[in-house]
């Protein structure tokens, strides 16, 4: 009878919190989101299921050794991989893999809107310090307006390990949501007119050019910020791999069977780290607004910067502003959305490739601008 | 910190640009410095000059579509494959039910 007790005790049933119920709702949430309206499938449905796993309601250090944050658990050792800033350089490797960076070599001018897009990063380090957060934990709320995930992550183990799980929580969910975040803003700071700018087709760009891009690119942005080397270093290492022609196996594991099984990892374990006891907190709700805020200014710097240029710029060499959202990392995403805005101010006009452009260097910019942010505060 | 941080991120964006606007000159300068030794001044103009990738695209779909339609030479073998069953126990005349004696009376 006693062992009876003693196994309903250990049972889910009896440790079951409102917090616990509150989660396995998000994460089914996210798993619906992600099959029925495919945001990001590849990240919500991991994320979604491993806030199933860690919101499960089990006796916490019971000698068990089950959640995330239990020493010596399974999950512990997987989620070493996120707190040590190992995956998001992994990521980075298959994402160099797959990336073609012509669209920014052969118009280069464009790879500014990936700068303006960083807006988002420092007004919010702003905001999150006037609330409260001390500056390392500001600095990596703020890298949420970076709209890369894998950058998030990296930063926050670094400087507010604790806030980790919340960051990138925030930073895949509004990197999911760039369809619905984005288009109202494009659609306030821009004209019928603007939106209807139709931009020279970009040069072809030779292989030489492709392959003296990834080495140049981290020799100028490694020696300006250190900081980002592990992200940039293995993002062009991954791009050199695909763009040598002399690797081709190398790319092909990169981009393919590595990238997917560190993301399968990484989406679980920080789904997992969302346990209702340590995730239901006050700075996790102020982390989620202050991200949604962080996307908005990104979003709005990118397309008034845009804005900006066109005043220099002669007429047939103007920019369409709706591709300065695209600055914002969230790649392909946010290209994606500036393609569609496009096309509803005037069917004929395809921006998809020119919106590559500032996506790529958003990536690039927000790496930077994490490496700039870990030199000061480190 | 924060208008530093985004004045070095604007700067690291702004020379990485500034490098490759320069890198196709200096790749087409040298180009453009052969034909100038070659003394074709056609050619030379239009070094300087960046195809749009459109017009590269179709130039490699239409050289793409020539080679591919070219058919002035047979390869003299001969494509009809002999169809004809193989030898198995299963369409084998010798042990065809037929063969069943106790059928046969």
């Given at each position: 009878m006693?062992?009876?007790?003693?196994?309903?005790?250990?049972?889910?049933?009896?440790?079951?919190?409102?917090?616990?119920?509150?989660m396995?709702?998000?994460?089914?949430l996210?798993?619906?989101l992600?099959?029925?309206?495919?945001?990001?499938?590849?990240?919500?449905?991991?994320?979604?299921?491993?806030?199933?796993?860690?919101?499960?309601?089990?006796?916490?250090?019971?000698g068990?050794?089950?959640?995330i944050?239990?020493?010596?658990?399974?999950?512990?050792?997987l989620?070493?991989?996120?707190?040590?800033g190992?995956?998001p350089?992994?990521i980075?490797?298959?994402?160099?893999?797959?990336?073609?960076?012509?669209?920014?070599?052969?118009?280069?001018?464009?790879?500014?809107?990936?700068?303006?897009?960083q807006?988002?990063?420092?007004?919010?380090?702003?905001?999150?310090i006037?609330?409260?957060f001390?500056?390392?934990?500001?600095?990596?709320?703020?890298?949420?307006?970076?709209?890369?995930?894998?950058?998030?992550?990296?930063?926050?183990?670094?400087?507010?390990?604790h806030?980790?799980?919340?960051?990138?929580?925030?930073?895949?969910?509004?990197?999911?949501?760039?369809?619905?975040?984005?288009?109202?803003i494009m659609?306030?700071l821009?004209?019928?007119?603007?939106?209807?700018?139709?931009?020279?087709?970009?040069?072809?760009v030779?292989?030489?050019e492709?392959?003296?891009?990834?080495?140049?690119?981290l020799?100028?942005?490694?020696?300006?910020?250190?900081?980002?080397?592990?992200?940039?270093?293995?993002?062009?290492l991954?791009n050199?791999?695909k763009?040598?022609?002399?690797?081709?196996?190398?790319?092909?594991?990169?981009?393919?069977?590595?990238?997917?099984?560190v993301?399968?990892i990484l989406?679980?374990?920080i789904?997992?780290s969302?346990q209702?006891?340590?995730?239901?907190?006050?700075?996790?709700?102020?982390?989620?607004?202050?991200?949604?805020?962080?996307?908005?200014?990104?979003?709005?710097?990118?397309?008034l910067?845009?804005r900006?240029?066109?005043?220099?710029?002669?007429?047939?060499?103007?920019?369409?502003?709706?591709?300065?959202?695209a600055?914002?990392?969230?790649v392909?995403?946010?290209?994606?959305?500036?393609?569609?805005?496009?096309?509803?101010?005037?069917?004929?006009?395809?921006?998809?490739?020119?919106?590559?452009?500032?996506?790529?260097?958003?990536?690039?910019?927000?790496?930077?601008?994490?490496?700039?942010m870990?030199?000061?505060?480190? | 910190?924060?208008?530093?941080?985004y004045s070095?991120?604007?700067?690291?964006l702004?020379?990485?640009?500034?490098?490759?606007?320069?890198?196709?000159k200096?790749?087409?300068?040298?180009?453009r410095?052969?034909f100038?030794?070659?003394?074709?001044?056609?050619k030379?103009?239009?070094a300087?000059?960046?195809?749009?990738?459109?017009?590269?695209a179709?130039i490699?779909?239409a050289?793409s579509?020539?080679?591919?339609?070219?058919?002035?030479?047979?390869?003299?073998?001969?494509?009809?494959?002999?169809v004809?069953k193989?030898?198995?126990?299963?369409?084998?005349?010798?042990?065809?039910?037929?063969?069943?004696?106790?059928?046969?009376?």
């Amino acid at each position: 009878m006693d062992g009876l007790v003693q196994f309903l005790d250990y049972s889910g049933f009896s440790n079951i919190t409102p917090g616990h119920l509150l989660m396995i709702l998000v994460g089914m949430l996210f798993i619906y989101l992600a099959i029925r309206f495919e945001y990001q499938p590849i990240l919500l449905v991991p994320i979604g299921f491993g806030i199933l796993i860690g919101n499960t309601p089990f006796i916490e250090h019971g000698g068990m050794a089950l959640g995330i944050y239990e020493d010596g658990s399974v999950m512990n050792y997987l989620y070493q991989g996120v707190l040590k800033g190992v995956f998001p350089p992994l990521i980075f490797l298959g994402i160099g893999a797959m990336t073609d960076f012509s669209p920014l070599i052969s118009n280069p001018k464009l790879i500014l809107l990936g700068a303006a897009a960083q807006l988002g990063i420092f007004m919010t380090y702003i905001g999150a310090i006037s609330l409260g957060f001390t500056n390392p934990e500001a600095a990596s709320i703020g890298i949420i307006g970076g709209a890369d995930g894998p950058t998030a992550i990296y930063l926050s183990s670094r400087l507010a390990p604790h806030l980790v799980g919340s960051i990138a929580i925030a930073a895949y969910t509004y990197m999911a949501l760039v369809p619905l975040i984005q288009p109202p803003i494009m659609r306030l700071l821009t004209t019928q007119k603007e939106r209807r700018i139709k931009m020279k087709p970009p040069r072809s760009v030779t292989r030489m050019e492709k392959v003296m891009f990834p080495v140049f690119a981290l020799l100028l942005t490694g020696f300006i910020s250190p900081g980002s080397l592990p992200l940039l270093g293995m993002l062009f290492l991954g791009n050199l791999l695909k763009e040598s022609m002399v690797t081709k196996r190398l790319a092909d594991t990169a981009r393919n069977a590595m990238i997917d099984i560190v993301t399968i990892i990484l989406g679980v374990t920080i789904g997992a780290s969302t346990q209702a006891t340590t995730f239901l907190t006050r700075s996790s709700v102020l982390i989620f607004i202050l991200g949604a805020t962080a996307f908005m200014f990104s979003t709005a710097g990118g397309i008034l910067f845009a804005r900006f240029m066109n005043l220099f710029l002669r007429e047939g060499n103007k920019i369409n502003p709706l591709i300065g959202a695209a600055g914002v990392a969230a790649v392909p995403e946010s290209a994606r959305v500036a393609q569609i805005e496009g096309l509803k101010a005037d069917p004929t006009n395809h921006l998809i490739m020119h919106a590559m452009a500032p996506n790529v260097a958003g990536v690039i910019g927000s790496a930077v601008a994490a490496g700039i942010m870990m030199s000061f505060l480190l | 910190m924060a208008v530093t941080g985004y004045s070095v991120v604007f700067l690291s964006l702004f020379l990485l640009a500034l490098l490759f606007s320069v890198i196709p000159k200096v790749l087409s300068w040298n180009i453009r410095r052969t034909f100038d030794d070659e003394g074709d001044e056609a050619k030379k103009a239009l070094a300087g000059n960046m195809i749009p990738g459109e017009v590269s695209a179709a130039i490699s779909v239409a050289i793409s579509l020539y080679l591919n339609e070219l058919h002035d030479q047979d390869t003299a073998i001969l494509t009809i494959k002999k169809v004809g069953k193989s030898y198995t126990p299963w369409n084998s005349k010798i042990y065809n039910v037929i063969n069943f004696k106790g059928f046969q009376r």
